[in-house]
C-alpha cells in the first residue's frame, strides 16, 4: 500500500513537472519563432526599401534575399545576394508567377521553400524572398536544444522526486504499518475475553431464573457480534498482509465457484431465492483458492441478503482473454450511483435502514483486499434493478478453456 502511495506522489508530481515544462518549452519555441518571423519579415522590407539583400553566407544579423521587380508589360528584373544562383529563368519566372497568385502579401512558398513579402507600387510590384531553410533550421535546433533540457531535467527532477516521496511517505508508512500492528495485536486480545463471556454466559444459563434468560441471551447475541467483528478485523488484516506475497500455487477456480455455488445454494433457497449458475471447466489462477472462495462468499452472501424477494441469484464463471471472470448478478434496488465508489470502503454500508445489527460493512472490503492481493480487480455495476459484481483474476500460465459446462 505504502509503495503504491509512494509511486502514485512520484507519478502525480512527474505529470506536473512535466506540464509545467511542456508550456514553458512550448512558450519559448512559439516566442522565438514569432521574433524570428517578425525579424526576417523586417529584413524582406529593408531588401524592398533599401536594396539590402543581406551578406553573402547566412550569418546572425542578417540573412541573404534577392527581389523580383515585375512591371506592368510582364518585364521582371531580379538581383539579390549572391547565396542564391539567379541564372534559372523558368524557375525565377514560376517564383513569382507563384508569389503573385497568392492572396496574402506576406507568406511562404513551400512548394519553394521560400518566404516572400510583396509590394505593390504604382508601376512596379516588388517581391522579396529568402530562403525557409534558415528559420527552419534554427527551429528545429531550439526544439532540439529543448527537447534534451527537458530529458535531462525530467530524469534529475523523477529522482528527486523518488527520494523526496520516500522521507514524505515515510511517516506515512509508519503510522500504517503501526495501526495494521494494533488491529491485529486489539483482535487478538479480544478474542480470549469474548471467549470467555460467551462460556459465562453458557454457564450462567443453567441456574439463571426465567425472567433472567432474556438479558443472557441479550448478552450471548452481543458477544457473538463482537466476536464476527473481531473475526472480519482478523479476515482485512491477513488479506492486506498477504498482498504481493502470493504462495506459488494454482487455485482452481472453477472449482471453487462450484463449492461457492453449491455452499450457498441451500442459503439463497432458504431465503426464497434460486441460485443459478454457469461455470466454465478449466479456470486456473495464481494463489489461495481458500481465499478466492472466502471472497466469492462475499459477493453471494450479500446477494442473498439485497436480492428481491423471488428473484434468481445468478453465478457466472468464464475465461475472457486471459482472464478468468467471476460475476454475481441479482435483482433488487440499485445502489444510487454516488455510493458506488464507496462500496467497498471499509465499514461502509449503501443502505444503513436494510441492515441488519449483524452487519460492519467489512464483507466487500475484505473481498477487495483478497481480490488485490491476487493481482485481480473487483468492481459493481448496478441499474435497471440489476446489481452486479464482477471479479476479474489473471489465469495461470499455460491454461486454456476446454470448453464451458451449464450446471
Given at each position: 500500500?505504502?509503495?503504491?502511495?509512494?509511486?502514485?506522489?512520484?507519478?502525480?508530481?512527474?505529470?506536473?513537472?512535466?506540464?509545467?515544462?511542456?508550456?514553458?518549452?512550448?512558450?519559448?519555441?512559439f516566442i522565438s519563432r514569432d521574433n524570428y518571423r517578425k525579424n526576417v519579415q523586417q529584413q524582406l522590407y529593408q531588401a524592398l526599401e533599401q536594396g539590402d539583400y543581406g551578406i553573402s553566407q547566412p550569418?546572425?544579423?542578417?540573412?541573404?534575399?534577392?527581389?523580383?521587380?515585375?512591371?506592368?508589360?510582364?518585364t521582371v528584373r531580379v538581383a539579390g545576394?549572391?547565396?542564391?544562383?539567379?541564372?534559372?529563368?523558368?524557375?525565377?519566372?514560376?517564383?513569382?508567377?507563384?508569389?503573385?497568385?497568392?492572396?496574402?502579401?506576406?507568406?511562404?512558398?513551400?512548394?519553394?521553400?521560400?518566404?516572400y513579402l510583396r509590394q505593390t507600387g504604382y508601376a512596379t510590384t516588388a517581391i522579396a524572398f529568402t530562403d525557409t531553410y534558415l528559420e527552419y533550421t534554427s527551429l528545429r535546433t531550439l526544439l532540439s536544444a529543448c527537447s534534451l533540457v527537458g530529458s535531462v531535467a525530467l530524469v534529475v527532477l523523477f529522482l528527486c522526486s523518488y527520494l523526496l516521496s520516500g522521507v514524505v511517505t515515510k511517516p506515512v508508512g509508519?503510522?500504517?504499518?503501526?495501526?495494521?500492528?494494533?488491529?491485529s495485536d486489539a483482535s487478538h486480545e479480544l478474542k480470549t475475553p469474548l471467549t470467555v463471556i460467551l462460556s459465562s454466559a453458557d454457564l450462567l444459563r443453567r441456574s439463571a431464573a426465567p425472567e433472567q434468560e432474556a438479558y443472557i441471551d441479550n448478552i450471548q447475541a452481543e458477544s457473538r457480534r463482537m466476536r464476527s467483528l473481531v473475526e472480519d478485523m482478523l479476515t482485512l488484516f491477513r488479506a492486506q498482509k498477504s498482498?504481493?506475497?502470493?504462495?506459488?500455487?494454482?487455485?482452481d477456480v472453477s472449482e471453487m465457484a462450484v463449492t461457492a455455488a453449491l455452499r450457498f445454494e441451500p442459503v439463497a433457497f432458504e431465503a426464497g431465492h434460486l441460485l443459478e449458475y454457469d461455470i466454465a471447466p478449466g479456470l486456473s489462477a495464481r494463489g489461495d483458492g481458500a481465499r478466492l472462495g472466502q471472497a466469492l462468499a462475499v459477493l453471494l452472501d450479500n446477494a442473498v441478503k439485497y436480492a428481491a424477494p423471488g428473484t434468481p441469484i445468478q453465478l457466472d464463471a468464464a475465461r475472457q482473454g486471459s482472464r478468468a471472470v467471476l460475476t454475481v448478478t441479482n435483482r433488487g434496488e440499485d445502489i444510487p450511483a454516488d455510493k458506488l465508489p464507496h462500496i467497498?470502503?471499509?465499514f461502509y454500508r449503501a443502505d444503513r435502514a436494510r441492515t441488519d445489527g449483524s452487519s460492519f460493512g467489512l464483507g466487500l472490503a475484505i473481498a477487495k483486499a483478497i481480490v488485490d492481493a491476487h493481482r485481480g480487480t473487483i468492481r459493481c455495476e448496478s441499474g435497471g434493478g440489476v446489481t452486479r459484481f464482477i471479479i476479474s483474476l489473471p489465469l495461470a500460465a499455460g491454461k486454456q478453456e476446454r470448453g464451458t459446462d451449464h450446471v
Open positions: 500500500m505504502i509503495r503504491h502511495l509512494r509511486w502514485k506522489v512520484v507519478a502525480t508530481n512527474m505529470l506536473l513537472i512535466s506540464l509545467v515544462l511542456l508550456a514553458v518549452f512550448a512558450a519559448v519555441f550569418g546572425v544579423d542578417s540573412i541573404p534575399c534577392f527581389v523580383a521587380e515585375v512591371y506592368g508589360s510582364g545576394n549572391s547565396y542564391y544562383d539567379l541564372s534559372d529563368e523558368t524557375r525565377l519566372a514560376d517564383i513569382v508567377t507563384a508569389a503573385l497568385h497568392r492572396t496574402a502579401d506576406s507568406g511562404t512558398l513551400d512548394e519553394y521553400h521560400l518566404r509508519a503510522a500504517w504499518t503501526q495501526q495494521e500492528q494494533f488491529l498482498a504481493g506475497a502470493l504462495p506459488d500455487t494454482t487455485a467497498f470502503d471499509r
